[in-house]
């Protein structure tokens, strides 16, 4: 399984656009990166997905590039409910195990 | 909402018990994972069960054990009570292994 990096914290403001990067430099060919927003005392939930170049939907934006190597979750203008705990995890198709690791926490400020 | 329940929400028992957690996963999903989290740290991934077989394990002891049914809903049992195994338990299912999962509001257990 392909580990994963990614910034221990990050600060913002509201309003403003947060890109959370990770690495994933063992990633393989049928693995698919997903991210997952976590508040205090609640289950993950899950965000988006991708394989790669770019992914959107209503609540964010994903994007990997062509050595998939990395992927940038991109929150576009923040608010204080955003506050919370950000997983990227790279999952198999094939596979069962799904790794968490510590995960970035993002403070929005007022 | 993702239409994973858990039960119960919050529990409390004595080092030495044996708990259940039970899981209700979305319709149509067939995969259901179990994840251990202690506070402060990510979910620890505890097992999965694709159709009613367990098809992958984490690093827990042989006292977690699951199983789950035709209905696709799931059961976590944990013997022998330590501790250390106070943390919120989380089920998440999927529609196929892979795929994003959908996580339940997790089970607070306190060991005391």
């Known amino acids: 399984l392909a580990k994963t990096t990614q910034p221990i914290s990050m600060d913002s403001y509201e309003g403003q656009e947060v890109n959370i990067t990770c690495s994933h430099n063992n990633i393989a060919t049928n693995d698919y990166i997903t991210w997952y927003q976590q508040f205090p005392s609640q289950g993950p939930r899950f965000i988006i997905q991708g394989y790669k170049t770019k992914v959107t939907n209503e609540v964010a934006s994903l994007f990997i590039p062509a050595d998939r190597k990395s992927s940038t979750l991109s929150l576009p203008r923040v608010s204080l409910s955003d506050t919370a705990v950000y997983y990227c995890l790279v999952v198999s198709t094939g596979g069962f195990k799904t790794i968490f690791g510590a995960g970035t926490r993002l403070f929005v400020k007022a | 909402e993702t239409g994973v329940t858990q039960s119960p929400t919050h529990l409390i028992k004595t080092r030495g018990q044996q708990v259940t957690l039970r899981c209700s996963s979305q319709?149509?999903?067939?995969?259901v994972s179990w994840y251990q989290q202690a506070l402060g740290q990510g979910p620890q991934f505890i097992f999965q069960y694709y159709r009613e077989e367990e098809n992958g394990r984490g690093n827990f002891p042989p006292r977690f054990s699951g199983l789950q049914f035709p209905n696709y809903s799931s059961e976590l049992n944990v013997n022998a009570l330590e501790l250390d195994d106070s943390a919120l338990y989380l089920c998440a299912s999927s529609p196929g292994q892979g795929a994003g999962a959908f996580f339940g509001q997790g089970t607070r257990l306190t060991v005391v």
């Open positions: 319709s149509g999903h067939n995969t």
